[in-house]
């Protein structure tokens, strides 16, 4: 099932990992080994998570890598969706 308006998956990182252990910017980024300025462009939605940081982020949290990959994947696809009527594609068939 699709979700409507999914948020970046940032905005659940800072809501539900970062907000709750009193965790600054920079604390996170120094735990997670990441520069400053890349975690904040994901948490600012600037940037996305990639495979990498969707395993750094199931190790630091103890959540799964999968779960943050997911996040981002639906949050890009409602997004692209958007966009489909201004697609210009033929349909292909076997003829």
């Known amino acids: 099932m699709k979700m409507?308006?999914?948020p970046h998956p940032g905005e659940v990182l800072r809501q539900l990992c970062l907000e709750p252990l009193n965790l600054?910017?920079?604390d996170a980024a120094?735990?997670?080994g990441v520069s400053r300025k890349a975690?904040?462009?994901i948490l600012n939605g600037r940037a996305g998570i990639s495979?990498?940081?969707a395993v750094r982020l199931s190790m630091a949290f103890d959540t799964s890598?999968?779960?943050w990959l997911?996040?981002?994947v639906q949050y890009d696809l409602w997004h692209a969706e958007?966009?489909?009527k201004s697609l210009h594609v033929e349909k292909l068939s076997a003829a």
């Open 82 to 84: 958007k966009g489909r």
């Open 51 to 53: 495979p990498e940081m």
């Open 4 to 6: 409507h308006n999914p």
């Open 65 to 67: 890598a999968e779960s």
């Open 24 to 26: 600054t910017v920079t």
């Open 39 to 41: 975690l904040s462009s």
């Open 30 to 32: 120094r735990s997670l």
């Open 70 to 72: 997911n996040q981002q």
